[in-house]
């Protein structure tokens, strides 16, 4: 059925002025209208379309918008366009930035003009002459509803193309903000009149030969100029995101997905975020010798609307929590807190409760200090090492899920530039371009590295900097710089042996370099010593697991969720403890201890 869009027009220009909702105090509160005005005075560059608001408004044009959201996203501009115009009059428009001063200067000697023509009997509309992306001095996007289910990157198939779509993944890679043509303006070397030409695309041809009538009427072939300062640029940044990988089906590898960002959604994510993004599939128009090279086969991109950083909205939302509540309270005054919460740490595991405790230092690290210059950590690096099935990889699988902002990562399938940072080259410039790692993914958060032991010397050597001065420093291809990577990491190893061997010494039974082992904080020996009692109860604990799906229950050790454990460890981040005098002299004189200790043992 062929649709009137003027129609459809008429429905979008009501539901623009006439939509509302009632604020607390029962008035009600003309959202679209009022932002309107913000935006014809220019105190607003953005306004989001809420399909919630459509739907509750018109449901069938809500879902006509879904279906067709490039069409819709052009009606919405040319009816916004019209209601500023009706807003403003015969008043110009606020001069804020260069392209507005050139947009008031061109629109006064147009007035003139048509003044002048005006009173010999032709009236022409000054505004027509340009083009509206000139003119349209604000960005225009939809926003998902609530109740949409992100996709995966995989479900996205051809059926999508054209329609808007939300989709979840990683951030894996987000380049530069650069300048976008959106409109080139160009002014003759001959008659002096001016063109305008505007890009839809990601590439574009200049215009050469002068399109006015003076200029065709006798053929004076007049060449055309670029006039940077009558064009109009908007903000572009490509991002790439990858599916979760709970998401991966067995045997397959994630997929990837480009996502082209304008204007005001730029910078909003980095590498390693986790994000929501609703936008337009759009076919890629292939140039040149791809264009042959290709045949049928065409690439999508997702042209982005909307960005939900799901990371710091839980970042935001545990900072924001405010004040325990009175239950919670009288959980944390209880004198076994400590140990409760390091028996949440991964329940269904028996034991261990000293590394869980580590585990929860790590979790809520230390506090970064500068001295005069000189940075001291507050990260926390903690070292597993065990016999194989003491459930070290379980520990650290769940710190993984804990932590707001981890990777997790294994010592074979991992090399030193996945770990810190690889030299790329960039797809639309050509240039040469860092890509995080692991490493920087996790900046602020938990790296998990698991059969530590099993890395080769040369990738294990990468990270020796970022455990002590929390940087990583490139040098390669031309690029000389210092990347973040403010991370704990915790490492799982097994010994030298595969088990323990109480036979041979502690470092022999290590095995890991001294430069290494003098920058991880705590190092954790764990056997697997035969104890009939204790595997006795560690075998009725596992099968009663494996029986019920969760932990035996304790008498007065009721395990904190997830979630409780995630906020009291955010709210924990806030606080900054300083060192008492007689912690520190406790501290000096075990110090003392230890290197008295050791020097018995050299000697």
């Given at each position: 059925?062929?649709?009137?869009?003027?129609?459809?027009?008429?429905?979008?220009?009501?539901?623009?002025?006439?939509?509302?909702?009632?604020?607390?105090?029962?008035?009600?509160?003309?959202?679209?209208?009022?932002?309107?005005?913000?935006?014809?005075?220019?105190?607003?560059?953005?306004?989001?379309?809420?399909?919630?608001?459509?739907?509750?408004?018109?449901?069938?044009?809500?879902?006509?918008?879904?279906?067709?959201?490039?069409?819709?996203?052009?009606?919405?501009?040319?009816?916004?366009?019209?209601?500023?115009?009706?807003?403003?009059?015969?008043?110009?428009?606020?001069?804020?930035?260069?392209?507005?001063?050139?947009?008031?200067?061109?629109?006064?000697?147009?007035?003139?003009?048509?003044?002048?023509?005006?009173?010999?009997?032709?009236?022409?509309?000054?505004?027509?002459?340009?083009?509206?992306?000139?003119?349209?001095?604000?960005?225009?996007?939809?926003?998902?509803?609530?109740?949409?289910?992100?996709?995966?990157?995989?479900?996205?198939?051809?059926?999508?193309?054209?329609?808007?779509?939300?989709?979840?993944?990683?951030?894996?890679?987000?380049?530069?903000?650069?300048?976008?043509?959106?409109?080139?303006?160009?002014?003759?070397?001959?008659?002096?009149?001016?063109?305008?030409?505007?890009?839809?695309?990601?590439?574009?041809?200049?215009?050469?030969?002068?399109?006015?009538?003076?200029?065709?009427?006798?053929?004076?072939?007049?060449?055309?100029?670029?006039?940077?300062?009558?064009?109009?640029?908007?903000?572009?940044?490509?991002?790439?995101?990858?599916?979760?990988?709970?998401?991966?089906?067995?045997?397959?590898?994630?997929?990837?997905?480009?996502?082209?960002?304008?204007?005001?959604?730029?910078?909003?994510?980095?590498?390693?975020?986790?994000?929501?993004?609703?936008?337009?599939?759009?076919?890629?128009?292939?140039?040149?010798?791809?264009?042959?090279?290709?045949?049928?086969?065409?690439?999508?991109?997702?042209?982005?609307?909307?960005?939900?950083?799901?990371?710091?909205?839980?970042?935001?939302?545990?900072?924001?929590?405010?004040?325990?509540?009175?239950?919670?309270?009288?959980?944390?005054?209880?004198?076994?807190?400590?140990?409760?919460?390091?028996?949440?740490?991964?329940?269904?595991?028996?034991?261990?409760?000293?590394?869980?405790?580590?585990?929860?230092?790590?979790?809520?690290?230390?506090?970064?200090?500068?001295?005069?210059?000189?940075?001291?950590?507050?990260?926390?690096?903690?070292?597993?090492?065990?016999?194989?099935?003491?459930?070290?990889?379980?520990?650290?699988?769940?710190?993984?899920?804990?932590?707001?902002?981890?990777?997790?990562?294994?010592?074979?399938?991992?090399?030193?530039?996945?770990?810190?940072?690889?030299?790329?080259?960039?797809?639309?410039?050509?240039?040469?371009?860092?890509?995080?790692?692991?490493?920087?993914?996790?900046?602020?958060?938990?790296?998990?590295?698991?059969?530590?032991?099993?890395?080769?010397?040369?990738?294990?050597?990468?990270?020796?900097?970022?455990?002590?001065?929390?940087?990583i420093s490139i040098a390669k291809a031309g690029i000389l710089t210092t990347l973040n990577a403010r991370v704990s990491i915790v490492a799982a190893a097994n010994p030298a042996y595969g088990r323990y061997n109480p036979h041979k010494s502690i470092e022999q039974n290590v095995d890991l370099p001294a430069a290494l082992l003098s920058r991880f904080?705590?190092?954790?020996?764990?056997?697997?010593?035969?104890?009939?009692?204790?595997?006795?109860?560690?075998?009725?604990?596992?099968?009663?697991?494996?029986?019920?799906?969760?932990?035996?229950?304790?008498?007065?050790?009721?395990?904190?969720?997830?979630?409780?454990?995630?906020?009291?460890?955010?709210?924990?981040?806030?606080?900054?403890?300083?060192?008492?005098?007689?912690?520190?002299?406790?501290?000096?004189?075990?110090?003392?201890?230890?290197?008295?200790?050791?020097?018995?043992?050299?000697?």
């Amino acid at each position: 059925m062929a649709l009137d869009f003027d129609k459809e027009k008429e429905k979008i220009r009501e539901f623009i002025k006439n939509f509302y909702a009632e604020s607390e105090d029962g008035t009600k509160v003309f959202t679209y209208a009022e932002q309107m005005v913000d935006l014809a005075e220019r105190t607003q560059t953005a306004l989001s379309i809420n399909l919630d608001d459509v739907h509750e408004f018109d449901p069938e044009l809500a879902e006509a918008i879904r279906a067709n959201a490039r069409r819709y996203h052009t009606l919405y501009q040319e009816v916004m366009d019209e209601l500023i115009k009706e807003h403003l009059g015969d008043r110009d428009p606020p001069v804020i930035d260069a392209l507005d001063s050139f947009i008031y200067q061109r629109l006064t000697m147009d007035r003139a003009h048509k003044n002048a023509e005006g009173a010999m009997g032709e009236v022409h509309d000054p505004r027509k002459k340009y083009p509206p992306q000139l003119l349209r001095r604000y960005e225009l996007m939809f926003k998902s509803r609530v109740l949409d289910k992100a996709m995966n990157v995989r479900d996205i198939k051809a059926a999508y193309v054209g329609k808007l779509v939300t989709v979840g993944g990683s951030v894996i890679r987000a380049s530069e903000v650069r300048p976008m043509a959106s409109v080139m303006t160009y002014t003759c070397d001959t008659c002096g009149s001016e063109a305008y030409q505007p890009v839809n695309g990601p590439t574009f041809n200049p215009a050469q030969q002068c399109p006015s009538s003076d200029c065709v009427e006798s053929r004076a072939n007049g060449r055309l100029h670029m006039q940077i300062r009558g064009s109009k640029m908007v903000k572009f940044q490509e991002i790439k995101i990858q599916e979760h990988s709970d998401q991966v089906p067995v045997g397959s590898i994630p997929r990837l997905l480009s996502i082209n960002v304008y204007g005001e959604m730029t910078r909003t994510c980095a590498p390693g975020d986790s994000v929501r993004i609703t936008g337009v599939l759009v076919p890629l128009l292939r140039q040149g010798f791809k264009q042959v090279a290709g045949g049928l086969v065409t690439d999508v991109y997702l042209e982005c609307h909307t960005i939900e950083n799901l990371s710091t909205r839980e970042e935001d939302s545990l900072a924001e929590m405010g004040e325990l509540t009175d239950e919670e309270i009288e959980r944390v005054s209880q004198d076994n807190f400590y140990d409760l919460l390091a028996y949440s740490i991964a329940p269904e595991i028996y034991g261990h409760t000293d590394v869980k405790k580590s585990l929860l230092l790590a979790l809520v690290g230390g506090v970064d200090k500068n001295a005069n210059g000189m940075k001291i950590r507050g990260a926390l690096n903690i070292l597993l090492m065990g016999d194989p099935g003491v459930a070290k990889s379980q520990l650290l699988s769940y710190v993984d899920r804990l932590a707001p902002r981890s990777q997790y990562t294994t010592g074979r399938g991992s090399s030193g530039v996945g770990l810190t940072a690889a030299v790329c080259k960039d797809p639309h410039t050509g240039e040469m371009t860092l890509e995080g790692g692991a490493l920087v993914l996790a900046d602020r958060g938990i790296c998990c590295i698991d059969e530590f032991d099993k890395m080769v010397d040369q990738d294990r050597t990468a990270i020796h900097e970022v455990m002590e001065q929390q940087t990583i420093s490139i040098a390669k291809a031309g690029i000389l710089t210092t990347l973040n990577a403010r991370v704990s990491i915790v490492a799982a190893a097994n010994p030298a042996y595969g088990r323990y061997n109480p036979h041979k010494s502690i470092e022999q039974n290590v095995d890991l370099p001294a430069a290494l082992l003098s920058r991880f904080d705590v190092l954790w020996l764990m056997q697997d010593k035969a104890d009939r009692e204790a595997d006795r109860r560690l075998a009725q604990h596992i099968t009663y697991v494996h029986m019920k799906g969760h932990q035996p229950e304790i008498t007065g050790m009721q395990p904190m969720d997830m979630s409780t454990v995630r906020r009291y460890i955010a709210m924990c981040k806030k606080k900054e403890p300083v060192v008492e005098e007689r912690l520190r002299e406790k501290s000096v004189s075990n110090l003392d201890v230890i290197r008295n200790f050791d020097l018995q043992f050299v000697t």
